[in-house]
């Protein structure tokens, strides 16, 4: 178990060492880095898989978040760009219509 752990401390670090440098807005591909709301005031513990949009009314960003991944209580989350601003959160879709689905199949 020692060496298991020695090992997977050293591929870490490996891995560490291979990462490239935190991006900075305004280098390469980084046009703006911002946050969405607050994370000393987020909604979820936990948010991935985020992904964002331009439509004709501006940028839209969605991602998963709720306690972890799996969880019951993880949803869909949007968020608008409006003058300059992020709106407030708003969960557009939640577990309960895969838990009424798994639950019929069972």
Request: some cysteine; glycine content about 6%; charged content about 15%.
């Given at each position: 178990?020692?060496?298991?752990v020695a090992s997977l401390m050293l591929a ?55 306690t972890r991944e799996k969880h019951t209580d ?33």
């Open positions: 178990m020692k060496y298991f870490l670090v490996v891995v560490a060492a291979k990462l490239p440098p935190v991006a900075k807005p305004g280098q390469g591909a980084l046009l703006s880095a911002e946050l969405i709301y607050p994370l000393d005031n987020k909604p979820t513990p936990q948010c991935h898989a985020s992904t964002i949009a331009e439509t004709s009314t501006g940028l839209v960003a969605a991602w998963f978040a709720g993880v949803g869909i989350r949007v968020s608008r760009l409006v003058a300059a601003n992020w709106t407030q959160p708003l969960e557009v879709s939640d577990a309960s219509a895969g838990a009424a689905r798994e639950s019929h199949h069972h």
